[in-house]
């Protein structure tokens, strides 16, 4: 899109990418690529708590809209394989184990009939944060 017809909320935006770039003193697409994975990380995880809050059914720290017997227990991490690279993501777990957040299961073991090699992004099991 050329710059005339870029709304004002893109040209906003692309104002903050410039900040961005200014503000990690960008210097080389290594640096760019990282700035991707550390992005992807952090819409993976505020996507994964959202969708524990909406699992438990109260936000974090809102104990007095909390209904149930299960809460929130840490997090463990896993590796996001994606076209940038490992991402490690910290993933939130809840104290009966039932949440399991869309997207992070198990790698397919390649050697098994059903794996899916081509797959954007894969997710490996990795050590849990306490």
Do not use: C, W
Not at 14 to 40: P, V, Y
Not at 49 to 73: F, I, P, Q, V
Not at 83 to 105: C, H, Q
Request: glycine letters at 8%; a negative charge.
């Amino acid at each position: 899109m050329s710059r005339k017809n870029r709304t004002p909320e893109e040209n906003a935006r692309r104002e903050k990418i410039r900040e961005l770039l200014q503000m990690t003193n960008i210097g080389s697409m290594d640096d760019i690529q990282n700035l991707f994975k550390e992005t992807i990380a952090e819409f993976i995880e505020n996507g994964l708590e959202a969708e524990l809050d909406d699992e438990l059914g109260y936000s974090k720290y809102d104990y007095r809209s909390k209904n149930t017997d299960n809460s929130r227990n840490g997090h463990s991490s896993k590796t996001l394989r994606t076209s940038f690279g490992d991402v490690e993501v910290s993933v939130p777990r809840d104290r009966k184990g039932e949440f399991e957040p869309p997207g992070a299961e198990k790698e397919p073991d390649q050697h098994h009939p059903g794996h899916r090699g081509e797959d954007p992004v894969h997710v490996r099991q990795g050590d849990d944060h306490r």
